[in-house]
């Protein structure tokens, strides 16, 4: 009895505590929320206002779970390895990859060394987003339903995926299941199929005061990303901090965007800043070791249990997980395990994005650009002191040339070790050049500022590809001898219509029909109007469609040299026809199969389409659309629009990639800019905010953006704290 007694007494006591720390969390939250302001505007644009850093942190995760929870959840469930418990046992290699890099364990030992003020910010993004959930019992999280500080070191680089996402699950499975690298011709796939994926990436082109119209420079920020990757946000403290732009859903400081004094976009780099080292193992009395030089090393040996969700409920697996001084084993090349090495510093990589949203000036911004963890993106940068910059790249390894790092190296032999970081000063900068205008597409930084533009011999060769698509080919001849910028001529540039890639693709097809004695009739029309077009994209236009399906098609199923980037293949594909006329043929054949006729107006096939708050959209054709008139920035359209391929009860391309947030910015006495998103700010279709900016996403009609705080007022639908229901 007394047994008994003592277990309820126990239980009454432990429940007491729980509550009152409860009560006590609550309250806290409850405290802080009330010295936090949120206003929406007339588009739902979510501004934040906080007495500090942390309070506004606090506001902006709350805000963002309003706006789309699903979307914060989804992306920690993904970062910190725990896909495999919504999805199944196919996402368990996306876990294991994302525990070789940081188990949780990791990831609150980096949360514990974080300086005092991160750590208040770390503690701000789990709270806002934790009194979120505590304040809409009704929302049913798919997995957390309680967010960590240390979470946060998961999203710490910027982008979402950002490094890690380049390392293949599909190695990572062949070598944890039996030891085994992936067959070549399976690797050869592999590789064909990531040529032909829609070309991700983003433009940013910043434009001296010299060259517009106000005498104020400009920033465009214009990141292709899949639709609904980021919310657009402003928030502002009493500690200094004051930025507007783009945030990934579940990060707590402004990724692209703005503040009164300077601007910042992030294109996708091509610097080499990941390598793998083959290591030697050696087994020694049951143990690993890997030989480095002269010595054996031991191999970190430890494992992990991830969970995975069945038919017949949550299963276990347990992995082993091997590590070296080069980074964790994450496949086998040559049948010699192989190590991958990226940037893994998420403490001072937090530090930095967050950093970087509150400078004033060149001085300040490029002081912080010395932490040097922005490993997965160049900066474009323009700022009220009438400065414009761009940064190659910012985390760089130092390696020995003689070695070739686009391949695995020996990590037996020291000397392929990375030898420290370049400086800043040593990576590729361009500042303030005569030219006027900067412009980075994704695409060489040796033609960044025209004659101005950095010399690929003063760099290591694998400092960047010297490698140019059509997007920068496209940008550079619209920026040449061009002034009188206003925000809107921006705009409108940022849209232009011209497709560069089909002056290099089409001809040679038109001549190859010309050429021939015997013509197919069934092409001549679609010939005729494919050589009388002027390789501008419109919803109106049917040699759009003809020439963007043609082009797909060339890249699937035409032969061409290995090696080639996907410029080049459009340009050999121009300049060798012979299997042209066939693929064309066959094209016309499709579009006549799929919609009864090949003359389809590109709006017509071309498709926006949001039907429900889904991550992954299912389209179908027989429910509503609307018609778009821009293109793939394949063919070297700016204003991106890229599509999914694999739907299968739809015949029409549905968009899911391309400008999702994109704003101009001009820096003046006072800081103007415009903005769109892809549809609108919020995930709830029952929400006004859903999709009221997709007429002005498809028309260019962006809005104007409320910064300071008279602005925001003026344009205050909605004024209130966080927990009080709007």
Not at 41 to 70: M, R, S, W
Not at 318 to 343: C, E, K, L, N
Not at 639 to 652: E, H, I, L, Q, S
């Amino acid at each position: 009895m007394n047994k008994v007694f003592f277990l309820v007494f126990a239980f009454l006591l432990f429940a007491c505590k729980s509550s009152k720390e409860k009560n006590s969390e609550v309250e806290k939250w409850k405290v802080q929320a009330s010295q936090i302001e949120i206003i929406r505007d007339d588009f739902g644009v979510p501004h934040i206002y906080g007495k500090t850093d942390a309070d506004a942190v606090f506001g902006l995760l709350y805000a963002q779970c309003e706006d789309d929870f699903n979307r914060v959840e989804q992306n920690y469930i993904w970062a910190t390895g725990r896909l495999a418990e919504v999805e199944g046992e196919d996402a368990i290699y996306s876990d294991l990859r994302a525990k070789l890099f940081m188990t949780e364990e990791e990831a609150k030992a980096n949360y514990e060394k974080s300086p005092e003020w991160l750590k208040k910010l770390c503690d701000a993004f789990a709270d806002g987003i934790n009194y979120y959930l505590y304040t809409h019992p009704e929302v049913k999280p798919q997995l957390l339903t309680r967010f960590e500080p240390w979470m946060s070191m998961y999203f710490s680089e910027g982008s979402i995926g950002g490094d890690i996402e380049r390392i293949s699950t599909r190695k990572i499975e062949s070598f944890y299941e039996s030891g085994m690298e992936l067959p070549e011709m399976e690797l050869l796939e592999i590789h064909k199929q990531e040529e032909m994926t829609e070309p991700q990436g983003s433009n940013g082109i910043a434009i001296s005061g010299s060259l517009t119209e106000s005498g104020n420079p400009m920033l465009l920020i214009n990141p292709h990303t899949s639709f609904y990757f980021r919310g657009e946000v402003h928030v502002v403290s009493e500690e200094g901090l004051n930025a507007y732009g783009a945030v990934t859903w579940g990060q707590f400081f402004v990724y692209q965007g703005f503040n009164e004094k300077t601007g910042w976009m992030h294109t996708s780099t091509y610097t080499d800043v990941m390598d793998e080292f083959k290591e030697t193992i050696v087994k020694n009395d049951g143990k690993l070791y890997y030989q480095y030089g002269e010595e054996l090393r031991p191999v970190d040996s430890t494992s992990v249990t991830l969970k995975y969700t069945s038919d017949r409920g949550i299963k276990e697996r347990t992995f082993p997980m091997y590590r070296t001084h080069h980074g964790p084993i994450t496949h086998a090349v040559d049948g010699q395990w192989t190590a991958s090495a990226m940037m893994w510093e998420p403490v001072k990589a937090l530090e930095q994005s967050y950093i970087r949203t509150k400078q004033d000036g060149y001085d300040g911004f490029r002081k912080m650009m010395d932490i040097r963890t922005n490993s997965s993106n160049n900066t474009v940068y323009a700022d009220a002191e009438g400065n414009i910059a761009y940064f190659h790249g910012n985390f760089i390894p130092k390696r020995d040339v003689s070695f070739d790092y686009s391949e695995p190296v020996d990590g037996s032999n020291p000397q392929t070790d990375w030898q420290g970081l370049h400086t800043v000063d040593e990576n590729i900068l361009v500042l303030n050049p005569e030219n006027g205008w900067i412009q980075n597409c994704n695409s060489t930084p040796y033609t960044s500022a025209a004659e101005f533009s950095p010399k690929r011999e003063a760099y290591p060769y694998y400092m960047s590809k010297d490698q140019e698509n059509f997007r920068g080919i496209h940008a550079i001849e619209l920026l040449t001898d061009r002034k009188g910028y206003t925000i809107d001529s921006l705009i409108q540039l940022a849209h232009d219509p011209y497709l560069p890639a089909f002056k290099a693709l089409i001809p040679g097809l038109v001549k190859a029909y010309n050429s021939q004695d015997d013509k197919n009739p069934k092409l001549q029309e679609p010939i005729e109007i494919l050589e009388e077009w002027d390789y501008k994209t419109s919803k109106e236009s049917v040699a759009m469609t003809l020439a963007h399906y043609y082009g797909t098609a060339m890249g699937q199923r035409a032969n061409y040299p290995q090696g080639l980037s996907d410029m080049e293949r459009m340009i050999y594909f121009g300049e060798h026809t012979d299997e042209g006329l066939r693929i064309f043929e066959e094209v016309v054949d499709q579009l006549i199969s799929d919609f009864g006729t090949w003359k389809m107006p590109w709006g017509e096939v071309n498709r926006y389409q949001r039907l429900n708050g889904d991550i992954v959209q299912v389209f179908n054709d027989s429910l509503p659309s609307v018609g778009v008139g821009f293109a793939s920035g394949r063919w070297g359209a700016l204003a991106a629009y890229g599509a999914r391929y694999t739907t299968p009860d739809a015949k029409n391309i549905y968009g899911t990639r391309g400008n999702s947030f994109a704003a101009v910015v001009e820096f003046g006495d006072q800081v103007k800019a415009k903005t769109i998103l892809a549809g609108g700010q919020s995930g709830d279709p029952a929400s006004p905010h859903f999709d009221d900016q997709t007429e002005r996403y498809i028309n260019i009609d962006w809005k104007d953006a409320a910064y300071y705080r008279e602005d925001v007022l003026k344009r205050a639908t909605k004024t209130y704290r966080p927990g009080e229901r709007r």
